[in-house]
T-cell receptor, first 117, second 113 residues
Framework: EAGVVQSPRYKIIEKKQPVAFWCNPI?????LYWYLQNLGQGPELLIR????????DSQLPKDRFSAERLKGVDSTLKIQPAELGDSAVYLC???????????????FGPGTRLTVL | GEDVEQSLFLSVREGDSSVINCTYT??????LYWYKQEPGAGLQLLTY?????DMKQDQRLTVLLNKKDKHLSLRIADTQTGDSAIYFC?????????????FGKGTLLTVNP
């Protein structure tokens, strides 16, 4: 079974340019997460989707970041315009969340490493 | 708020045991996790422990939880060069939702032959 797929794996852009990252979760997983991982830090949650609904986007900087998961399957995270401080790894994860279950393992993709020049 | 602290570096010899430590602040943590991240890869869940447990063993991995001191440790027996990676401690807590992982900064484990 394929894991979480992310593309591109690496992206280099100049500041003020737009950039988009794509994530395809594990088949059947209803919950999708985008995380930001700065160098030397642990991942931090940006947004969480249950199916197509963004149920927690409290940590997403909405002035420049946007995300969508239109059909409740794959998802796109966009930054427009990118700033130097956005250089980081953007991780996608998915899980199968069942009602009444308190533990739901999150499976992570390999991430997209963004460099903003 | 929740916070997770880890030592940043650990170096061991191949064949020795490694012990990676973590402290957390939220007493209402429900699950505590250990993730492994190899260079250029995503995070791989190694093991987790429910907060009402003291210990969990899985092959070469032993997790110890001291809830009173809010201290979590991961012991890797017979450490191999393939264990070299960054290890993240993480928690979820009942004050939020069980999906929200809070990670430490990670411990870089270097295994010397």
């Amino acid at each position: 079974e394929a894991g979480v797929v992310q593309s591109p794996r690496y992206k280099i852009i100049e500041k003020k340019q737009p950039v988009a990252f794509w994530c395809n979760p594990i088949s059947g997983h209803n919950t999708l997460y985008w995380y930001l991982q700065n160098l030397g830090q642990g991942p931090e949650l940006l947004i969480r989707y249950e199916n197509e609904e963004a149920v927690d986007d409290s940590q997403l900087p909405k002035d420049r970041f946007s995300a969508e998961r239109l059909k409740g399957v794959d998802s796109t995270l966009k930054i427009q315009p990118a700033e130097l401080g956005d250089s980081a790894v953007y991780l996608c994860a998915s899980s199968l969340d069942l009602r009444g279950e308190t533990y739901n393992e999150q499976f992570f993709g390999p991430g997209t490493r963004l460099t903003v020049l | 708020g929740e916070d997770v602290e880890q030592s940043l570096f650990l170096s061991v010899r191949e064949g020795d045991s490694s012990v990676i430590n973590c402290t957390y602040t939220d007493s209402s943590s429900t699950y505590l996790y250990w993730y492994k991240q190899e260079p250029g890869a995503g995070l791989q869940l190694l093991t987790y422990i429910f907060s009402n447990m003291d210990m969990k063993q899985d092959q070469r991995l032993t997790v110890l939880l001291n809830k009173k001191d809010k201290h979590l440790s991961l012991r890797i027996a017979d450490t191999q060069t393939g264990d070299s990676a960054i290890y993240f401690c993480a928690e979820t807590y009942s004050g939020g939702s069980n999906y929200k992982l809070t990670f430490g900064k990670g411990t870089l484990l270097t295994v010397n032959p």
